[in-house]
């Protein structure tokens, strides 16, 4: 396994502890499954036939290997690590190596390397042979400075840099960023090995012959448990941040130590990584689906920064009963309001001056908005300190159809408090005093509840025919402040509070599927992508002409905006090519997201189910 031979200097790696049963696994999931379906077939061809000819033909040119020989290639372990060469033998800072398990296949791999060297001999490109401990290395020497000029370069046939002028002056950085690259590879054994840095693969090398050089096992950064979940997974990796601030240090040189500038060692220190142990990363099946884990390794009086304002109550996360049912999207989060906003102050003071005044900034100005109804609003114990531990969030599956269809869809934010009309009343000073209107902010009278609406101050005017700027209505129960754009949504929610009806809460496989992941408490997370899936399908085939700029919903409520060039994309992607929904339906589920933690780690879980409806 690759913990027995990276060395103990690893900063990071990620590893397919076994590629068989990696394919094995993978050719199960409901999504390959799709992909391959008869149904795809027309759209499959017209994207392969786009990669074919963008990235695998590129590559066979420039590498003389078909993409079918590199994937046969691997046979057992595959593992990419970034090591602190600098630690032990004062070589590059972040040196990368990566080992590929070839088995039986050595020849045919030998031969390849053979033929790329003769390619690039016949193209006049630079090549040599370096023996390290005796076995034979091709060194390739490529233009750019680093991994992404490296890949590149792999799809582009480019000119190598002449050869620099003799200089007395220090180079620049635009001189060191186009410094060639060089990448050797040799085989030991049944293993291909590939690196940017000679002295760390001889290090490895020696490792694995035996002479002593401590290992990433031997030096107990990771722990048995580590181990056995590294055995039954079908991707792991890990990260050791307490590693990166030094190395930072050591790549950026003065500029990027704490007080000097910004640079990412001084990010990681306030976001409170730089505490942790150990980060590690996990991909296992989960019958036709996929279960990813995240572990952050830190003891619970370490924990600092941003990495305290995720570390959420350990209190039931469930759905409410009066959640209904058939949600597109669901989250709740445990996080106690007035400690999470002091922690997010503590967050900006340390990330930069700069953050913390803008923040004091608008804390100010919510101060200054709310003094223009009431000359001793204290925005501080008028609101943050009336927040509560619960926040709710949930979106209804859109009606409309087209691409406007889930972007409009409504939604509705709870805010939990045990001063709820109050907090509610708070919040209505601040948007009135800022809305510096006196029509902006209206109220009601709703089942015997009082409701605001108000124009945002920075809101613009809406897409509806009528022009109108939207307005933001908001009401309190017993124990929440709701939010919502959409009237009716939150009349709806505070109806159910009255009265019984179909719950996602009590709907068959929300509990058994968080009992998977060892979820409910902290935060949990719900996404529909059956549904997604559904209104993204018939958008795409019934308006084709404007998948260029569409916003696509992905996991955990993220939304790729495609922006791209309509001629471009149509080369990869003929919408009019998907088949109908009905096709397809059987291969997609839902997703839930969930967290757990003690006295040691946080960990964030995420599964997504094949099959079936939302649960």
């Given at each position: 396994?690759?913990?027995?031979?990276?060395?103990?200097?690893?900063?990071?790696?990620?590893?397919?502890?076994?590629?068989?049963?990696?394919?094995?696994?993978?050719?199960?999931?409901?999504?390959?499954?799709?992909?391959?379906?008869?149904?795809?077939?027309?759209?499959?061809?017209?994207?392969?036939?786009?990669?074919?000819?963008?990235?695998?033909?590129?590559?066979?040119?420039?590498?003389?290997?078909?993409?079918?020989?590199?994937?046969?290639?691997?046979?057992?372990?595959?593992?990419?690590?970034?090591?602190?060469?600098?630690?032990?033998?004062?070589?590059?800072?972040?040196?990368?190596?990566?080992?590929?398990?070839?088995?039986?296949?050595?020849?045919?791999?030998?031969?390849?390397?053979?033929?790329?060297?003769?390619?690039?001999?016949?193209?006049?490109?630079?090549?040599?042979?370096?023996?390290?401990?005796?076995?034979?290395?091709?060194?390739?020497?490529?233009?750019?400075?680093?991994?992404?000029?490296?890949?590149?370069?792999?799809?582009?046939?480019?000119?190598?840099?002449?050869?620099?002028?003799?200089?007395?002056?220090?180079?620049?950085?635009?001189?060191?960023?186009?410094?060639?690259?060089?990448?050797?590879?040799?085989?030991?054994?049944?293993?291909?090995?590939?690196?940017?840095?000679?002295?760390?693969?001889?290090?490895?090398?020696?490792?694995?012959?035996?002479?002593?050089?401590?290992?990433?096992?031997?030096?107990?950064?990771?722990?048995?448990?580590?181990?056995?979940?590294?055995?039954?997974?079908?991707?792991?990796?890990?990260?050791?941040?307490?590693?990166?601030?030094?190395?930072?240090?050591?790549?950026?040189?003065?500029?990027?130590?704490?007080?000097?500038?910004?640079?990412?060692?001084?990010?990681?220190?306030?976001?409170?990584?730089?505490?942790?142990?150990?980060?590690?990363?996990?991909?296992?099946?989960?019958?036709?689906?996929?279960?990813?884990?995240?572990?952050?390794?830190?003891?619970?009086?370490?924990?600092?920064?941003?990495?305290?304002?995720?570390?959420?109550?350990?209190?039931?996360?469930?759905?409410?009963?009066?959640?209904?049912?058939?949600?597109?999207?669901?989250?709740?989060?445990?996080?106690?309001?007035?400690?999470?906003?002091?922690?997010?102050?503590?967050?900006?003071?340390?990330?930069?001056?700069?953050?913390?005044?803008?923040?004091?900034?608008?804390?100010?100005?919510?101060?200054?908005?709310?003094?223009?109804?009431?000359?001793?609003?204290?925005?501080?114990?008028?609101?943050?300190?009336?927040?509560?531990?619960?926040?709710?969030?949930?979106?209804?599956?859109?009606?409309?159809?087209?691409?406007?269809?889930?972007?409009?869809?409504?939604?509705?934010?709870?805010?939990?408090?045990?001063?709820?009309?109050?907090?509610?009343?708070?919040?209505?000073?601040?948007?009135?005093?800022?809305?510096?209107?006196?029509?902006?902010?209206?109220?009601?009278?709703?089942?015997?509840?009082?409701?605001?609406?108000?124009?945002?101050?920075?809101?613009?005017?809406?897409?509806?025919?009528?022009?109108?700027?939207?307005?933001?209505?908001?009401?309190?129960?017993?124990?929440?402040?709701?939010?919502?754009?959409?009237p009716g949504l939150l009349e709806d929610w505070l109806r159910s509070l009255d009265t019984s009806g179909a719950s996602a809460a009590w709907q068959g496989g929300w509990r058994e599927a968080l009992?998977?992941?060892?979820?409910?408490?902290?935060?949990?997370?719900?996404?529909?992508?059956?549904?997604?899936?559904?209104?993204?399908?018939?958008?795409?085939?019934?308006?084709?002409?404007?998948?260029?700029?569409?916003?696509?919903?992905?996991?955990?409520?993220?939304?790729?905006?495609?922006?791209?060039?309509?001629?471009?994309?149509?080369?990869?992607?003929?919408?009019q090519a998907l088949p109908p929904w009905e096709a397809v339906a059987r291969y997609v589920g839902f997703g839930l997201l969930s967290t757990e933690r003690d006295a040691d780690r946080i960990r964030?879980?995420?599964?997504?189910?094949?099959?079936?409806?939302?649960?």
């Amino acid at each position: 396994m690759a913990p027995a031979w990276l060395p103990a200097e690893t900063v990071a790696w990620v590893t397919i502890p076994d590629a068989r049963q990696f394919r094995q696994t993978w050719n199960r999931l409901s999504l390959i499954r799709l992909w391959a379906d008869p149904a795809m077939t027309p759209f499959r061809e017209h994207f392969l036939k786009a990669w074919r000819e963008a990235v695998l033909r590129p590559i066979e040119q420039r590498w003389a290997i078909s993409w079918t020989e590199l994937a046969e290639w691997l046979q057992g372990q595959w593992t990419l690590a970034w090591v602190d060469g600098s630690a032990v033998n004062g070589g590059p800072p972040g040196g990368v190596v990566m080992g590929l398990e070839v088995g039986d296949r050595r020849e045919q791999v030998r031969t390849n390397l053979a033929a790329l060297q003769q390619r690039w001999v016949a193209a006049g490109r630079s090549v040599r042979t370096e023996m390290v401990r005796g076995i034979p290395c091709l060194v390739l020497l490529l233009p750019g400075g680093g991994w992404t000029e490296a890949v590149s370069a792999a799809l582009h046939d480019r000119a190598e840099l002449p050869p620099a002028e003799p200089s007395s002056a220090a180079p620049s950085d635009s001189a060191k960023a186009q410094k060639p690259f060089e990448l050797a590879m040799g085989l030991h054994g049944g293993v291909l090995w590939m690196s940017d840095d000679l002295s760390l693969l001889e290090r490895i090398l020696a490792g694995i012959d035996g002479s002593q050089v401590p290992s990433l096992k031997e030096s107990g950064r990771l722990g048995p448990g580590d181990l056995d979940a590294l055995r039954g997974s079908m991707v792991f990796g890990a990260l050791f941040p307490d590693r990166l601030p030094g190395l930072a240090e050591r790549e950026a040189g003065a500029a990027a130590r704490e007080g000097d500038g910004f640079g990412w060692a001084h990010l990681l220190r306030a976001a409170g990584l730089s505490e942790a142990k150990l980060v590690t990363f996990r991909v296992v099946g989960s019958g036709a689906g996929l279960r990813c884990e995240v572990t952050l390794h830190v003891p619970q009086e370490k924990r600092q920064g941003l990495v305290r304002v995720l570390d959420f109550e350990p209190l039931d996360a469930l759905p409410p009963e009066w959640v209904p049912a058939g949600v597109l999207r669901f989250y709740r989060v445990r996080l106690n309001g007035p400690q999470g906003w002091q922690r997010m102050e503590e967050f900006l003071a340390q990330l930069s001056p700069a953050w913390k005044r803008t923040w004091d900034f608008l804390v100010e100005t919510a101060q200054q908005a709310g003094r223009q109804q009431d000359p001793g609003f204290d925005v501080r114990r008028e609101v943050v300190e009336k927040l509560g531990d619960d926040w709710v969030y949930w979106q209804v599956t859109p009606r409309e159809q087209g691409w406007d269809g889930l972007e409009q869809a409504p939604s509705l934010l709870l805010v939990g408090s045990g001063h709820s009309e109050a907090l509610a009343a708070s919040l209505a000073k601040v948007l009135a005093g800022a809305a510096l209107r006196s029509e902006a902010m209206t109220e009601r009278e709703f089942l015997g509840r009082k409701l605001y609406s108000v124009v945002l101050p920075w809101a613009v005017r809406s897409a509806d025919p009528s022009g109108a700027a939207p307005r933001l209505h908001f009401g309190a129960s017993e124990r929440y402040v709701g939010f919502a754009f959409k009237p009716g949504l939150l009349e709806d929610w505070l109806r159910s509070l009255d009265t019984s009806g179909a719950s996602a809460a009590w709907q068959g496989g929300w509990r058994e599927a968080l009992a998977e992941i060892r979820g409910g408490r902290g935060c949990v997370g719900y996404e529909d992508y059956a549904a997604v899936l559904q209104h993204v399908l018939q958008a795409a085939r019934a308006d084709p002409e404007n998948l260029h700029q569409a916003l696509i919903p992905g996991p955990l409520g993220f939304r790729i905006h495609l922006h791209s060039d309509p001629e471009r994309l149509r080369r990869w992607v003929d919408p009019q090519a998907l088949p109908p929904w009905e096709a397809v339906a059987r291969y997609v589920g839902f997703g839930l997201l969930s967290t757990e933690r003690d006295a040691d780690r946080i960990r964030w879980t995420f599964l997504m189910s094949a099959g079936g409806r939302a649960p």
